[in-house]
């Protein structure tokens, strides 16, 4: 215990022995100095960031993202590599006559395995031999891994039946109707009289090779790769929005809960607390996806070449790059998206007092972040339409869906600065609106607060 002397005076008879508690009575202790308000703030923050980094939660999840990305970028090709279950073996009782030696010279053609075998080990079962009951029981006992029957009926009805243990693996399923489908087209061209290779030669699918159009001249450009780039990007701001505004509503009521509150305030003002509070954790936060970035660039980088040094010819998917413009934009939109609804998050939280008033409090700010992300897949398909631009002003949305526009490529550079500029503005505005209603939340214990009051909050001047 503290001595009853000097700065931790007026500590003493509050009997409180928790560390964290006595950490904030430290670092207060010395607000008997005249400190400047921006020191006070710093304190504050300081508090907030080191409090999280030195969680042994904090350290789980910061190691936990980089090994998900390692099994993310090794595991498929190490599937790929030990993934085969070996030949499948498959009876088919074909009433149509027809449709077996054309299965299987498709399937042995088309499905082989990295030594160029046939995946597939195929038995006819006559109309004479079929006795449904026992192959029921030799896919029961492992000796056969399916069976189909395709009826006489199946040009007419394009229906036929497979059995299996398990008829949850779509892959296979999918395999099975790509292969039975190729037959039966295959029959119908015969049918007709046609040559079944030059039809397939005359009706090959084309895809085309596309190129995004630039102030420097068209860039070709993967117009999937474009998509994964986008969505990764504007759903890294939504978990932020969401998973660190809940840590800034949180650490609020936690704070007024266990009464740490009125030890902030003897020492810095509500301001000072709030924003102490919203940059100590946004600070945290960039600490964790800053080593989540590094994680990602390095095995990103590099996981080509150790994969390829234990499988061979692996092939992993094109990386999708992020030009300078639309970086710069996922930043500014990333920080100013933090701070404005960082700010809801704390007066909303001021208004609480246990961790049950979390979530009820916690849906104003979490409703318009998830209508963002409807919104953001609604607009993708036309990112330059009316709707697109308007919503994408409009601050509560701006983060996620100026960044989807960006990164589709369809924003002029007036509305990128406009939307900046709004968003500032609109970040400096909700900040002096929660600075009103987070003064007064702070020190109301043991009281639903409604709307009214709020209001009366905001008008109250000091």
Request: aromatic residues 12%; proline residues 5%; positive net charge.
């Amino acid at each position: 215990m503290p001595s009853s002397s000097g700065p931790f005076r007026k500590f003493r008879f509050i009997g409180l022995k928790s560390p964290s508690l006595h950490f904030t009575i430290f670092l207060f202790s010395w607000s008997k100095i005249k400190e400047s308000k921006l020191n006070k703030t710093w304190i504050i923050l300081k508090r907030e960031y080191l409090i999280r980094v030195k969680n042994k939660w904090f350290l789980i999840g910061t190691l936990f993202v980089p090994v998900l990305i390692v099994l993310m970028v090794i595991l498929p090709s190490v599937f790929m590599m030990t993934g085969n279950v070996g030949k499948r073996t498959i009876a088919v009782v074909d009433e149509t006559g027809t449709l077996f030696p054309l299965l299987k010279e498709h399937a042995d053609g088309a499905y082989k395995d990295d030594q160029g075998r046939p995946l597939y080990n195929w038995i006819e079962i006559s109309k004479n031999e079929f006795d449904k009951e026992n192959l029921n029981q030799e896919v029961l006992d492992g000796k056969l891994d399916a069976f189909l029957i395709f009826p006489s009926t199946i040009f007419e009805n394009n229906q036929f039946e497979l059995y299996a243990k398990n008829i949850g693996n779509f892959q296979f399923n999918e395999s099975i109707n790509a292969m039975v489908t190729a037959a039966v087209t295959r029959v119908r061209i015969l049918d007709t009289g046609l040559d079944p290779q030059k039809v397939h030669a005359l009706t090959k699918s084309v895809r085309a090779k596309t190129f995004k159009v630039v102030k420097e001249g068209p860039k070709e450009e993967s117009g999937e790769l474009v998509f994964v780039l986008m969505y990764i990007l504007t759903l890294t701001i939504y978990m932020v929005l969401i998973f660190y505004g809940m840590f800034v509503i949180r650490g609020v009521v936690e704070d007024k809960s266990s009464r740490v509150m009125e030890l902030l305030l003897s020492s810095a003002t509500p301001n000072q607390i709030m924003i102490g509070k919203i940059l100590g954790i946004g600070a945290m936060g960039l600490t964790q996806i800053g080593i989540w970035a590094i994680s990602a660039f390095f095995l990103t980088t590099y996981g080509t070449l150790m994969v390829k040094s234990f499988v061979s010819q692996a092939q992993l998917p094109a990386l999708p790059s992020l030009s300078l413009g639309s970086a710069l934009a996922f930043v500014i939109f990333f920080l100013l998206g933090y701070f404005f609804y960082s700010a809801l998050y704390a007066a909303l939280g001021s208004m609480g007092d246990s961790e049950s008033d979390i979530q009820h409090l916690q849906w104003p700010v979490v409703t318009p972040i998830i209508l963002s992300l409807f919104l953001m897949f609604a607009l993708m398909k036309n990112p330059e339409g009316p709707m697109a631009v308007v919503l994408s002003l409009i601050p509560f949305f701006t983060p996620i869906l100026m960044v989807m526009r960006v990164v589709m490529g369809a924003v002029p550079l007036f509305q990128v600065i406009l939307a900046v500029v709004l968003l500032i503005l609109s970040t400096l505005g909700m900040m002096w609106l929660s600075a009103r209603i987070f003064r007064i939340g702070i020190l109301m214990y043991g009281k639903r607060v409604t709307l009214p009051e709020v209001m009366k909050w905001i008008r109250y001047s000091s």
